[in-house]
């Protein structure tokens, strides 16, 4: 396998702290390049990645024919306009969470990925921490039973109104930040759909959604999850089933809140416990999303997966009143 190219489209911090030095540490990819007009943010992004090339301007990275793929960490509203100008610049695309703020918005970057031949994925981490991968293999297994209930929960605490997540002119919210991990991880672990969301309480302030409550129903099972940027932190991912009960402790950004546990608990007298440490999801991400862009696997979430995590999430805004 060929090494893939890396440039990263702004100078974000969460690029900064996890997805530039994941790109660098990863086997198979490069960090070569970044955009910005801020020689200061670069010098941080370089202390880590020396050599690194800095354009001035978004298109001039994209312009660039040394860049194989790009990392987009821009402010939600701008994630389909600048993956859609990345595939028409012939790089991949691996662009953050939300990639999209509605489901309609698939069928253009679905249309434009297929037409390119080139790969473009929204940044979904979890699905490549090997602590998701076994909660997924317990629950397809039937080592549960019948499923009957599926809970998350993910919050913390985040009041700054300057934070793109505190926003609504730029794409904010509990739901579009930390909602695509609790609907996601159900998702993927049990392979089912939502068929309503029959109930949200939405509170929001300033027009972002900073508490959410909600319950869904799925085939033979229920779904509940609560999502919230003005609570104390914690997150949590349960799946109860007729025969046991499994727990993930720290589901969604393991190794940086806590370590990932996972519990399994089948009878009245057995408790199994599995702790994955020193994984970095990642560095993981990284190197799955440049095996598959080099045709060596089929990447684990592929754009239609993410699709399913927007409609659920416009399923809860319009349960909860938001049309």
């Known amino acids: 396998m060929t090494v893939l190219r890396w440039g990263i489209l702004g100078a974000a911090n969460f690029a900064r702290h996890y997805m530039g030095p994941a790109i660098h540490a990863a086997k198979g990819a490069s960090l070569d390049a970044l955009a910005t007009s801020d020689p200061a943010k670069a010098a941080n ?3 880590f990645a020396p050599g690194l090339r800095v354009h001035d301007s978004y298109e001039a990275l994209l312009n660039d024919p040394q860049i194989d793929a790009v990392y987009i ?22 662009c953050e969470k939300p990639i999209t703020m509605q489901a309609d918005q698939f069928d253009q970057l679905i249309a434009a990925r297929d037409a390119s031949g080139l790969l473009a994925a929204e940044a979904y981490m979890i699905v490549h921490h090997p602590q998701m991968l076994r909660a997924r293999e317990i629950v397809q297994s039937g080592a549960l039973g019948q499923l009957g209930h599926v809970q998350a929960s993910f919050s913390f605490f985040n009041d700054d109104q300057e934070n793109i997540r505190n926003q609504a002119d730029l794409g904010g919210g509990g739901l579009p930040d930390i909602g695509v991990y609790t609907f996601g991880a159900a998702r993927f672990v049990t392979g089912q759909e939502p068929l309503s969301v029959p109930y949200a309480r939405i509170d929001y302030t300033n027009g ?52 990932a546990e996972l519990h399994l608990e089948t009878d009245d007298t057995t408790i199994t416990t599995e702790r994955f440490a020193g994984v970095n999801q990642y560095v993981l991400q990284v190197e799955a999303f440049g095996r598959a862009a080099q045709g060596h696997e089929v990447y684990g979430c592929p754009l239609e997966f993410s699709r399913g995590t927007q409609a659920m999430i416009d399923m809860t805004y319009a349960a909860g009143g938001r049309g």
């Open 208 to 259: 972002v959604d900073t508490f959410v409550q909600m319950a869904a129903d799925f085939d033979g099972f229920s779904y509940g999850a609560t999502v919230a940027i003005r609570l104390f932190k914690q997150q949590e991912l349960t799946f109860h089933g007729e025969k046991g009960l499994l727990r993930l402790s720290c589901p969604f950004n393991a190794g940086v809140l806590d370590q």
């Open 73 to 94: 960490p821009l402010p939600n509203h701008m994630h389909v306009e600048w993956t859609l100008k990345a595939l028409e610049a012939g790089k991949h695309v691996l």
């Open 45 to 47: 992004f370089s202390a």
